[in-house]
């Protein structure tokens, strides 16, 4: 793999601007190399064959060496020559202690001189970007670890308080303490490296005791160990309960009980002391201490790709040249604060010692293994079954197609009655299915254009589901399915008994138990993790507005708002196994009043659920936007009330009303389907009439997408004005296929609702989430 690809591959998604911009470097040498070619000047023919290989070791350790901590003098402002003097380099003093880099290419006056002077200054400006960039990121990481140190301290001493509630306030532990000997003891744990803050300029970091109380004195080996991290640089600083005296525990609104609780009281509340707190501090504290760990990696690779990157586009220059300007300006860029800074490292090294002693009981394994979870591996047996379950559906479906004109079923007397009642219930399968291939299609589409869907929804690392799994359990439903309906497809009457198969007409019931109980079902089996996760954002979507409202919980209500028919199939299987007759598949579900109110409820529960959303997101965020969207909603809301009505009673003025609401609507959700959640329509936009930034290079794509968006929301007309009356067709068959274009109108809207997140996130810079902290400093210049 060539590295320009090789780079584009590894580097984070959401700093993409702020990467060296290697490919464009790439062109100035090719510029280079295409004059030089036509003027016929020497281009590479290059030092010997042993002397590049000599080179081509020093630049790669030139390259690693700042990631290996080794500390080189900083550059200083006076400009220094290299051997062939072919460029001069320096680095200017800015306001502060910053510097900007320059490099002065003294050969300008030659043949070609201005591409490569070009050249320089292209690479200078990239330098400086990303010398800016890394040195203001890793200010931000010791920002963080101060408060994680500050954290660590509340925490260390609850745990002190849980464990020995006598301890008093005003106590510190001196030298009468004794420390606990293991780890693996009921005691608390030893030792924490917090990560703190420089001081002074120096990143260090102070060993704090989670002690017991005793009335023995100091161990030998206690005062060789304080000997040993007072010669480190290190010394120890007792814990002290005193800092729960300004410690409150920060009540998040993330479940029906605290958002109450913060509805009622403050968002703050006092410490406890219980070990329930205890334990969700812990558990907060965890992740938060995982997700730092995220970060730091995340700008460990950021350095090394771009050290990296800077040396093989010097060895390039070099080769198309014929000149040795890479030792000059890599010696350079190796005395940079790229090459030089070691806080990233450092603070790794610690993280990773302080995790493993305070949440993996001191066994190192386990802790690494939560600090870098495993990659998810490709598995052959995905793609077999893939394409097994693929190959017995479109056999099935040939068979059910065979059968029915075998029978000359679409004219059969009975085709009405199995449209009436044994068609809504097959239906809903064919509803999620359909939906799971929109889905997985987008996946396969955000992977091909680096879109990270995995970080925008917060799937845990590892457990997300590629397009290969999702086509999986959409072709193993639809095989299930499809032989259901070929089992099914009798219209004849047994004449003895006037009525069906009884266990025949049970296979929809039996099939959609055995989808709930996969669903439900607690065993590690069939993606546990992504089932719970679609459990939990579900739950949430039910409860709202008491959960604290999450991209994947308005994501996938606003998958349930296109979803109506399928809830309105489910409901109609409650109504036609426990109230009608099915074993001569005869109802009476639209003669009970009960039933027809349930059509409203269901219809609008979905839409009903998104709008509580915005409410709360207006209310926690103050953002005027969200309130416009709530008001979306509720006139989707009216327009559904409104088509029910029209479907169950008729008349023309219910049709007005259906209409009008339908069309308000109609317009209203469209505009806000392109502009807002897709960002399109920007007339100033570098892509006239679309957006700045565009995944897909044909704009054309955009465009017809736009128009799709608008031809399928349109289908919502058509049922209130009538057109669907095709004698083909029945009314069944209708509805479903419109349900069917409302799922693909989603599919499409999902792909570009999440490229304009990915843009978002990408313009802010924003590659992690935000993990709340359990504990609040009432005076922040504690500690």
Not at 11 to 33: F, G, H, I, P, T
Request: charge should be positive; hydrophobic fraction near 40%; proline fraction near 3%.
């Amino acid at each position: 793999m060539k590295f320009g690809k090789e780079l584009a591959s590894q580097m984070v998604q959401e700093w993409q601007a702020a990467y060296m911009d290697y490919n464009q470097l790439k062109k100035l040498l090719k510029d280079l190399l295409r004059f030089r070619h036509n003027h016929a000047l020497p281009s590479s023919p290059g030092p010997a064959a042993g002397q590049r290989s000599l080179t081509r070791r020093l630049t790669m350790y030139r390259a690693f060496s700042g990631l290996t901590g080794r500390n080189s003098p900083r550059l200083r402002g006076s400009p220094r020559k290299n051997e062939d003097e072919v460029i001069l380099v320096s680095a200017v003093e800015q306001e502060g202690s910053d510097y900007r880099y320059q490099t002065m290419f003294l050969r300008s006056s030659e043949e070609g001189g201005e591409y490569e002077l070009v050249f320089f200054r292209k690479l200078d400006e990239e330098f400086n970007k990303v010398v800016k960039f890394y040195k203001g990121k890793v200010e931000e990481v010791k920002r963080e670890a101060e408060e994680l140190s500050k954290q660590m301290d509340a925490l260390i001493a609850l745990r002190i308080r849980v464990d020995k509630p006598y301890v008093g306030h005003g106590q510190g532990f001196g030298p009468e303490v004794r420390v606990a000997a293991t780890a693996g003891n009921s005691a608390p744990a030893t030792v924490i490296a917090s990560v703190n803050a420089v001081k002074q300029g120096g990143l260090h970091m102070d060993v704090i005791q989670e002690v017991e109380m005793t009335t023995e004195g100091t161990s030998v080996d206690e005062r060789v160990s304080a000997e040993k991290n007072r010669k480190d640089g290190r010394s120890f600083r007792p814990a002290s309960v005193d800092v729960l005296d300004h410690v409150k525990i920060n009540v998040d609104p993330d479940s029906p009980v605290s958002t109450l609780r913060n509805v009622i009281k403050s968002s703050k509340s006092d410490l406890s002391f219980s070990k329930e707190e205890l334990t969700k501090a812990e558990e907060k504290l965890r992740k938060a201490f995982i997700e730092f760990y995220q970060q730091l990696r995340l700008l460990k690779s950021y350095c090394f790709l771009n050290m990296l990157a800077f040396s093989k586009i010097m060895k390039k220059y070099d080769k198309i040249t014929s000149r040795s300007a890479s030792k000059s300006y890599l010696e350079m860029v190796d005395k940079s604060y790229l090459g030089t800074s070691d806080e990233v490292n450092k603070l790794i090294e610690r993280l990773e010692a302080t995790f493993i002693k305070h949440f993996a009981n001191g066994n190192r394994r386990k802790g690494m293994k939560s600090l870098r979870p495993g990659h998810k591996k490709e598995r052959h047996r995905t793609t077999f079954f893939l394409g097994l379950f693929t190959g017995c559906s479109i056999a099935l479906v040939a068979a059910i197609i065979v059968s029915i004109h075998a029978g000359d079923l679409l004219n059969h007397e009975g085709r009405g009655q199995y449209m009436d009642n044994i068609f809504p219930l097959y239906s809903l399968f064919g509803f999620i299915v359909l939906h799971m291939i929109m889905y997985g299609s987008n996946t396969y589409l955000w992977r091909r254009f680096r879109v990270n869907y995995p970080f925008i929804f917060g799937f845990k690392p590892g457990t997300e589901l590629g397009f290969r799994e999702v086509f999986l359990v959409a072709s193993g439903l639809s095989v299930l399915a499809l032989a259901a309906v070929l089992s099914n497809l009798d219209m004849e009457m047994d004449p003895r008994t006037k009525s069906f198969e009884a266990l025949t007409e049970l296979v929809p019931l039996g099939l959609v138990t055995v989808v709930l109980l996969i669903t439900f079902c607690p065993f590690n089996i069939i993606y546990r993790s992504s089932r719970f996760f679609l459990l939990r954002c579900a739950w949430h979507c039910i409860c709202a507005p008491l959960y604290k409202v999450t991209l994947p919980d308005f994501f996938l209500a606003d998958q349930l708002t296109s979803q109506v028919q399928a809830f309105r199939s489910l409901q109609f299987y409650v109504c036609y196994y426990g109230w009608g007759d099915f074993k001569k598949r005869s109802n009476k579900c639209l003669e009970s009043d009960v039933y027809e109110i349930l059509l409203f409820v269901v219809a609008i529960i979905p839409f009903w659920s998104r709008a509580v959303q915005c409410l709360r997101r207006l209310f926690e965020e103050k953002d005027t936007m969200q309130g416009l969207n709530c008001l979306k909603y509720f006139s989707t809301i009216v327009a559904l009330v409104m088509r029910t009505i029209y479907d169950l009673r008729r008349g023309p003025f219910w049709k007005i009303m259906a209409a009008s609401t339908s069309g308000v609507t109609t317009i209203y959700s469209t505009y806000w389907d392109i502009v807002i959640d897709w960002g399109l329509l920007q007339r100033n936009s570098r892509n006239p009439w679309l957006r700045d930034k565009l995944l897909i290079s044909n704009k054309s794509v955009y465009f017809g997408a736009i128009v799709v968006n608008i031809l399928l929301r349109l289908v919502w007309m058509q049922l209130v004005l009538d057109f669907n009356e095709a004698p083909f067709l029945h009314r069944r068959a209708m509805v479903a296929v419109v349900a069917c274009l409302e799922i693909l109108r989603r599919g499409i809207w999902n792909f570009f609702r999440l490229e304009n997140e990915h843009f978002n996130n990408v313009g802010k810079y924003r590659a992690f989430k935000s993990v709340p902290l359990p504990f609040h400093y009432d005076d922040e210049k504690i500690m």
